[in-house]
């Protein structure tokens, strides 16, 4: 089989081999051994790093889990991702995030494209870095089928104001403040709402000149974590993501 991909979690396998978990541009979530893969001289030589991409040939056998890489090539290592904190702390949440929704063998076309675009755009974007994050997470969001509205009332339809609006994960949305106080829910500024709502029309380009405030920056921190454990399964923190919050705290 021949496909692009990118490597989205890699563990060693005896001295010299590994195992990668690859979000393929056709056939979804496949995993591979790269046999000698660590051994110096190895042929697989810088394709088997988190959020490398790579062009693959493998043998796939439908009946086991775990198919033979072929032949590997680099076509593009994130240079300025692999060599920043920041980035690659990004980059990584990016793909633990597509490794745990992603089904083996089942093709998510847009998930691969969306995830190509949001690491280019984190390896060559500047300024706001985060919010290459926010656009990957809103964008996955939507490709996953449950994209929130941010600009009406759930209940009453009437549009959101400067007053904001009441969050509700479960429901995909928000309550204006009148349902919202016998509703209730996730208390959000109307800024904030409009940061969400442009995430979903943007240029990634254009997301590094993002400058929010540090109550807009918690208030989405906090409502797309609510979102992703609201609607996927068994959702636990991202470990990177966790890792770059980290940092930012004296
Ligand atoms: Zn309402």
């Not at 010299?16 to 051994?33: A, E, N, R, Y």
């Not at 001289?41 to 088997?48: A, D, T």
């Not at 995030?97 to 998510?108: C, G, H, I, S």
């Not at 494209?113 to 990957?136: I, K, P, T, V």
Request: charged share 25%; with cysteine; aromatic share 10%.
């Amino acid at each position: 089989m021949k496909t692009e991909a990118v490597v989205l979690k890699g563990w060693k396998l005896g001295e010299t081999s590994k195992i990668l978990s690859l979000c393929t541009s056709d056939f979804g979530k496949v995993k591979v051994v790269a046999k000698g893969g660590l051994a110096l001289k190895s042929r697989f030589m810088g394709c088997l790093e988190p959020m490398t991409r790579i062009r693959i040939i493998y043998y796939d056998k439908k009946t086991r889990d775990l198919q033979l890489l072929s032949q590997a090539a680099v076509l593009d290592s994130h240079i300025r991702i692999i060599g920043d904190f920041t980035r690659s702390t990004l980059g990584l949440a990016q793909v633990e995030l597509v490794e745990r929704v992603l089904v083996q063998d089942e093709p998510f076309p847009k998930m691969y494209e969306l995830l190509c675009r949001a690491l280019s755009g984190l390896d060559s974007g500047n300024g706001f870095l985060e919010g290459h994050f926010w656009y990957f997470e809103s964008r996955f969001i939507d490709i996953m089928g449950y994209k929130p509205t941010w600009n009406n009332c759930l209940s009453c339809r009437k549009s959101l104001g400067k007053e904001g609006g009441f969050f509700q994960p479960g429901n995909g949305g928000l309550l204006c403040p009148a349902c919202g106080s016998r509703q209730g829910g996730l208390n959000v500024g109307s800024e904030t709402l409009e940061i969400l709502y442009w995430l979903q029309c943007c240029d990634p380009a254009e997301v590094g000149r993002l400058v929010p405030t540090a109550g807009q920056k918690a208030e989405i921190r906090r409502m797309f974590d609510l979102y992703f454990r609201t609607h996927i399964e068994g959702m636990k923190p991202l470990k990177s993501l966790g890792l770059f919050y980290g940092m930012e705290s004296p």
